[in-house]
């Protein structure tokens, strides 16, 4: 059993920046591709981005190229998310995910097994 929990979320302006971060519990983080989405009111879950077991893959919705970047510390069992640049459009809860089979980056919600409780970003104008 994995076990997720984001932090990091809150209030930021537009231009601005937030680190998410991700503890992963229960099994070492290597063995599981992590993978970001995020869920705006009213809207359906997104893929954000997605890292491999290793972290040296990666790969992002198209959105946030270049100004998002998902990182790894296996010694800490944690994920990231950098946001900056961030405006209106990036508010939602944001999620973390485990995907069992580290040597891929996932980008559907069905890959993955596990997932956090969300925090709530939320970027004012």
């Known amino acids: 059993q994995v076990q997720l929990v984001e932090s990091g979320g809150g209030l930021v302006q537009v231009g601005g920046s937030l680190r998410l971060s991700c503890a992963v519990s229960?099994?070492?983080?290597?063995?599981?591709?992590m993978g970001w989405f995020r869920q705006a009111p009213g809207a359906e879950r997104e893929f954000v981005a997605a890292?491999?077991?290793?972290?040296?893959?990666?790969y992002y919705e198209d959105s946030v190229k270049g100004r998002f970047t998902i990182s790894r510390d296996s010694a800490a069992n944690t994920v990231y998310l950098q946001m900056n640049s961030l405006s209106t459009e990036d508010t939602a809860v944001y999620y973390c995910?485990?995907?069992?089979?580290?040597?891929?980056?996932?980008?559907?919600?069905?890959?993955?097994?596990?997932w956090g409780q969300g925090t709530q970003v939320t970027v004012s104008s």
């Open positions: 995910a485990a995907a069992l089979g580290g040597s891929f980056y996932y980008i559907l919600s069905s890959d993955y097994s596990y």
């Open positions: 890292t491999t077991g290793t972290g040296g893959i990666t």
């Open positions: 229960g099994r070492t983080s290597r063995s599981y591709a």
